[in-house]
């Protein structure tokens, strides 16, 4: 039963987290502050429209009274402003409301982590660790997600997409909108660097976490109870973690992309003590409780942050409409790579009899994925995303624009001439 439901389970919490991941661009594009920044753009296209109309007509007449409209003057730039920096404080403010969402939006899941893990404590300890209060707890934290996914959806707009095609079934037409997601790569290089980044480094980031959890259990003899502490820890902390770094962002107005770079510096400073101590060593290094509970608070105030801002990234990379495929890549290269650590980091402690030299794999990939989303220039692929999503919709309409001809051959039933436009 457990290997049928336990994959059954994380597929559909994926498939939840997925959905609600893609919830946050489209939350940001109908915030106020960006509505307003919107329409400021646009109100300076609008003049900058009228004003070559009004050049056009005074070259026309060659002449205008004073009283009118002078030659010369012009309704755009009053204030030395141009198009390309008001669409820059747009994307500003996209980003600021980004990542204050999505800052907001993790508090909220964290003070619900804690209060689970409590009541998970409190089962742990009644019945005395047993096996049974273990499997108690998790089916008590399916419940509670179940419930409270059931309490919001209706407050959720519908916001459908389009219909399911005629003829198409729902699970061919899903795998060939990620096929053609994938090929779509092509267009927009770098949101596809961002993945690639993303790959590596969500994969070094839960092996450092799980290579600190197996230490605890196996050379400093943990209990469950101080384990779900550990995690009630972190999840205590990283809630201050995720309104700290929030200010950190708005007082000295960080990029989300720094903040990135900011985070995971603070990871490879972690791995990198983890890996050198012990060659100096034999009493520290991960060897002591102490240093465990100070690796917690430091994971805890940086943990959130790092998969907050990697969201707003994604967010801000995908091109509209296209949400759900594209967070459904971000969450297949999380969870893709997820077996690489485990495997990596089983073979070093195999070959070396130690689990502590396995933090060099983490702090590989913390190195390379590090230069990989170092190259990632977001505004560029702001300007990828806008163009693929003019284009797919310049697609959209040609399609519809074709009247169906139904061809016959001899022998062969009709087939819509749109169809094989689309081939061609």
């Given at each position: ?305 790092f998969f907050g801002v990697a969201k707003v990234m994604m967010a801000e990379l995908c091109p509209e409409g296209e949400e759900n495929e594209w967070f459904s890549l971000f ?94």
């Open positions: 039963m457990a290997l049928v439901l336990s994959p059954l389970g994380w597929a559909c919490y994926n498939a939840s987290s997925v959905f609600t991941n893609a919830f946050l661009p489209i939350y940001v594009r109908v915030h106020p502050k960006v509505l307003e920044a919107q329409d400021r753009v646009e109100a300076h296209l609008t003049l900058q429209e009228m004003d070559e109309k009004n050049k056009d007509s005074f070259h026309a007449n060659h002449r205008m009274s004073a009283n009118f409209y002078p030659c010369g003057t012009t309704l755009t730039n009053p204030t030395g402003t141009n198009y390309s920096v008001l669409v820059k404080e747009q994307r500003k403010v996209e980003e600021q409301v980004s990542n204050d969402l999505s800052a907001w939006c993790a508090g909220a899941g964290i003070v619900g982590t804690v209060i689970v893990q409590g009541f998970c404590i409190g089962i742990s300890v009644g019945m005395k660790e047993s096996l049974l209060s273990l499997q108690i707890a998790i089916a008590f934290t399916g419940v509670w997600w179940l419930a409270w996914t059931m309490a919001v959806l209706p407050w959720l707009n519908a916001r459908p997409g389009p219909p399911l095609p005629e003829g198409q079934n729902w699970i061919a037409y899903s795998w060939s909108k990620n096929f053609k997601t994938i090929k779509a790569m092509r267009q927009l290089s770098q949101i596809t660097k961002f993945i690639l980044a993303w790959f590596l480094l969500s994969d070094g980031i839960n092996t450092v976490t799980a290579l600190l959890y197996v230490i605890t259990y196996q050379e400093l003899k943990f209990t469950h109870t101080e384990s779900l502490m550990m995690t009630i820890a972190l999840s205590s902390v990283s809630f201050f973690g995720t309104y700290l770094f929030l200010i950190i962002r708005r007082f000295w107005k960080l990029s989300t992309k720094f903040m990135a770079m900011l985070t995971l510096g603070l990871y490879t400073a972690l791995t990198a003590y983890f890996i050198i101590m012990p060659y100096f060593s034999t009493v520290y290094g991960l060897r002591q409780d102490w240093e465990v509970w100070v690796s917690v608070v430091y994971l805890g105030l940086i943990i959130s942050t969450q297949l290269a999380d969870k893709g790579s997820s077996w690489i650590g485990p495997f990596a980091t089983g073979a070093i402690q195999a070959v070396t009899g130690e689990f502590r030299p396995g933090f060099w794999f983490p702090f590989a990939l913390f190195v390379v994925g590090g230069a990989i989303l170092f190259t990632v220039d977001m505004n560029k692929g702001k300007d990828e995303a806008v163009r693929y999503t003019a284009d797919q919709e310049a697609k959209r309409r040609l399609l519809a624009s074709i009247p169906p001809i139904t061809i016959t051959t001899a022998g062969e039933g009709p087939f819509l001439a749109r169809s094989v436009f689309l081939d061609l």
